[in-house]
Nanobody, 121 residues
Framework: VQLQASGGGLVQAGGSLRLSCAAS????????MGWFRQAPGKEREFVAC?????????YADSVKGRFTISRNNANKNTVYLQMNSLKPEDTAVYYC??????????????WGQGTQVTVSS
């Protein structure tokens, strides 16, 4: 499975971005999908994840109420992360991952290349 993340960029605090993650390759399995992020000098941290069916999602406390994870109903191979009310502390490289729905990165089998999100104050 190959994952291609896109949609990152530079935005002012309070602004919004929408990240996309498109899966290709061995997509016959219904993968749960997750978003993680890593800021310079910090460990990779969980952001949000969604069940393959789209019916269940989890969020990190730091983004709850501001970020929304969803997946394309017609094509479950695309997952989105809508990020609103962005803060400078959201600045990081954002990675999408496919595997077992979890807050733990070790339970994901495939990872995308990452997309940079920079929030200016």
């Amino acid at each position: 499975v190959q994952l291609q993340a896109s949609g990152g960029g530079l935005v002012q605090a309070g602004g919004s971005l929408r990240l996309s993650c498109a899966a290709s390759g061995r997509t016959s399995r219904d993968w749960d999908m997750g978003w993680f992020r890593q800021a310079p000098g910090k460990e990779r941290e969980f952001v949000a994840c969604i069940r393959w069916s789209g019916g269940t999602s989890l969020y990190a406390d730091s983004v709850k109420g501001r970020f929304t994870i969803s997946r394309n109903n017609a094509n479950k191979n695309t997952v989105y992360l809508q990020m609103n009310s962005l803060k400078p502390e959201d600045t990081a490289v954002y990675y999408c991952a496919a595997g077992q729905m979890s807050r733990r990165p070790g339970l994901y089998d495939y990872w995308g290349q990452g997309t940079q999100v920079t929030v200016s104050s």
